[in-house]
Structure formats: structure tokens, C-alpha cells
């Protein structure tokens, strides 16, 4: 077999696993977000101040982390040729990885990591809006019936949901990825952009308050 061809289809299978893997993390992210009072159950059972701190520290980092790694297989993937090679839900996978990054923004750098931070809450709005919309993406379209399944049961829906939503499928599905990508990668750069400058003026501050206090 051509050694060609056995590096494309590893990149491809990679990729597909990849993008799969990063909505799952989703969920996770989200759960972890959302079962406050289990986590504060569970750091009842910890006597050492120490390990109380490491616990709350963890479960946020942890949460944090599965946004980071969300948001970037989501960029990874948010390019005319790679959605060309893999089927992406379109344009639900990508407009689920803006909400991701807005809400991994808010985290970061508005305190929306913090439970009495209003920003809590729109975070977790943010990610609930999200998931939803990459189970309906991942459910119905990336993962709708065979070929074979529709020669046995054809259906007008899913022959067009399989042909026109999946960022693979040609040429309507190549079509509505480019518009996809015309819209979301912009918009996901402008969300790149404010955190940067969020992330700037919170080090600028923090320099002039140590400058201050020397």
C-alpha cells in the first residue's frame, strides 16, 4: 500500500478522534461545573488544610484545562482543509468552540472561576449552550446512519442531513464549511484578541501595584 496513503488516513483518523475526544471533554468540563454542592460534600471527608486546597484548586484547574484543550483542537480543526478531510458538524462544532472560548475567557480573566462571581454562571451558560449544540452536532450529523443503512431504510432526512451539514460531504457540505469558516474563524480570532488584551492589562496592573508597593 502506498506509504502516501497510510500517512493520510493516520492524520485523518487522528484528527477525527481528536475532535471526538474534545467533545467529550465538554461534558466533563461542564459537569464538573456543575455539581458544586458533590465537590464541596466531598471536601468534607479532607482534615488536612492542605489538602482542602489542593482539592478546590484541582477541580478548577481541572475544568479550566478541559476548556483549553477544547478550544484549541476546536481551532486545529476550524480550517478549510482539514474540515474538507474530517466530517465536523457544520456549523455546529464551530460555533461551539467560540462559546467554549468566550467561556474560558470569562474564567480566566473576568473571575468566572470563582462561584460568587456573577461570570460563574454566564461561564456555565456558555458551556451548556455549547454542549448542547455538539451532541446535536455529534448525535445527528457526524454520527447519522451508514450508506447502508439508509439503501436499507432510505430517508430524505437523513440522506440530507449526511450531505449538506458534514463539512466533508461535496460538494454542499465543502460549501457551507467555507461559509463556516468565513464567519467563525474571524469571530473566534476576535475572542483570541480580548483575552489577550484582557490578559495584558491585568499584568500591566499588576505591575504598576508591585512598582507601588516597592
Excluded at 484545562?65 to 462544532?93: E, R, S, T
Excluded at 454562571?121 to 450508506?147: D, T, V
Excluded at 443503512?149 to 464549511?177: C, D, V
Aim: proline share 4%; hydrophobic share 55%; glycine share 6%.
Amino acid at each position: 500500500m502506498n506509504p502516501g496513503i497510510i500517512a493520510k488516513a493516520l492524520e485523518v483518523w487522528t484528527l477525527q478522534n481528536l475532535l471526538n475526544f474534545s467533545i467529550m471533554l465538554g461534558i466533563i468540563a461542564l459537569g464538573l461545573t456543575l455539581v458544586v454542592v458533590y465537590l464541596e460534600e466531598i471536601k468534607k471527608y479532607l482534615s488536612l488544610r492542605v489538602s482542602i486546597e489542593l482539592w478546590e484548586a484541582t477541580t478548577v484547574v481541572l475544568i479550566d484545562l478541559c476548556l483549553v484543550i477544547i478550544v484549541i483542537v476546536g481551532f486545529l480543526v476550524l480550517n478549510p482543509d482539514i474540515m474538507a478531510d474530517i466530517k465536523v458538524a457544520i456549523p455546529f462544532v464551530p460555533v461551539a468552540t467560540i462559546l467554549m472560548a468566550i467561556a474560558l475567557v470569562l474564567r480566566l480573566f473576568y473571575g468566572g472561576h470563582k462561584k460568587t462571581n456573577p461570570n460563574y454562571i454566564r461561564a456555565l451558560w456558555l458551556m451548556f449552550g455549547a454542549n448542547i449544540i455538539n451532541i446535536i452536532g455529534f448525535s445527528l450529523i457526524m454520527e447519522a446512519p451508514s450508506g447502508e443503512y439508509l439503501e436499507i431504510h432510505p430517508s430524505s432526512f437523513w440522506t440530507f442531513i449526511k450531505t449538506h451539514l458534514r463539512s466533508n460531504a461535496s460538494p454542499h457540505g465543502l460549501e457551507l464549511a467555507q461559509v463556516t469558516f468565513y464567519i467563525c474563524f474571524p469571530l473566534l480570532l476576535l475572542v483570541f484578541f480580548w483575552g489577550f488584551a484582557r490578559a495584558l492589562s491585568q499584568i500591566k496592573a499588576l505591575k504598576s501595584q508591585g512598582e507601588l508597593e516597592n
